[in-house]
């Protein structure tokens, strides 16, 4: 087999989104059809299990676009750089982070805000969205349009183990460097210092420590509400996301699913918290 070819390591933002529970649905779907009923039942089932994931993926894909495009027109000959790419029920979206000499917390900050609107609004539909983000060392120049090294790793593990419920968790590392260049030098070294900083400190507003010590993003805080105010009414969205929650929770309670029903319990707690209910 060929060796990989040379390639250089720098850091980059990923972020990592998945449908809580939709590997196991599709598990379950277990038997090949061997009939023409057979394959439109099991047409039925896959179609519902997409359903979800399609949403998902296109949601995400719009909203990233739009914030970014928003900030680009903002500054006019600003050029923000992301990629995102996909698996199954996750998404993944990834850009380099060189806070000294590139825009780079400009597109972070679009990440945060848009991974916060697309978990607030995905509890409406029945697809609760877990998401980890952190700040690492890899490589893009191995295979087209994907990332890979350890920080890829490090969000995973935060998505699928820390996260628990859905929440959006920021790694420690990223919060460090945040808070890093939001206090920088006062006197600008380049183009991009007044922006990064800004950015930081527009970032750093909209997380919060969890009740499990964990770096959240707040997105029922009233600095995410003023932020997304004349795109989406946090308020409004967010009590239809409380009534459906509070559905899904006395639904697999009652079913005996104690698991599930705690994912629930642990989400209306911070719905509670800010006021609703």
């Excluded at 850091?11 to 023409?36: H, K, N, Q, T, W």
């Excluded at 399609?54 to 750089?81: D, H």
């Excluded at 939001?182 to 007044?194: C, E, I, K, L």
Aim: proline letters at 5%; one cysteine or more.
């Amino acid at each position: 087999m060929k060796p990989p070819p040379d390639f250089s390591l720098r850091c980059f933002v990923v972020a990592i989104l998945d449908i809580m529970g939709e590997s196991e649905r599709l598990c379950e779907i277990r038997d090949l059809p061997d009939s023409d009923l057979d394959m439109r039942s099991f047409r039925g089932k896959v179609d519902r299990a997409l359903g979800p994931v399609y949403k998902m993926r296109e949601a995400f894909k719009t909203q990233v676009a739009n914030l970014v495009k928003g900030i680009e027109m903002a500054a006019p000959g600003l050029s923000l750089a992301y990629e995102m790419q996909t698996f199954g029920d996750s998404v993944v979206v990834y850009h380099e982070y060189d806070a000294d000499n590139l825009p780079s917390v400009a597109v972070t900050h679009a990440a945060l805000l848009s991974c916060a609107v697309i978990v607030l609004l995905s509890l409406q539909i029945d697809i609760p969205i877990r998401c980890g983000i952190e700040l690492g060392m890899a490589t893009d120049e191995l295979f087209e349009h994907e990332i890979f090294g350890p920080v890829l790793a490090e969000a995973h593990h935060i998505e699928s183990h820390v996260a628990s419920f859905p929440r959006i968790v920021v790694g420690p590392r990223l919060v460090a460097d945040l808070a890093r260049v939001s206090a920088g030098p006062p006197a600008p070294r380049n183009q991009f210092d007044r922006l990064n900083r800004f950015a930081a400190y527009k970032c750093g507003e909209l997380l919060k420590k969890d009740v499990d010590g964990q770096w959240v993003v707040d997105y029922l805080g009233d600095v995410f509400t003023a932020t997304v105010k004349d795109e989406l009414d946090v308020r409004k969205e967010g009590e239809k996301a409380y009534r459906r929650m509070l559905e899904q929770e006395a639904k697999f309670a009652g079913s005996g699913n104690s698991k599930v029903a705690g994912v629930y319990t642990r989400l209306r707690a911070y719905f509670e918290s800010r006021g609703f209910g």
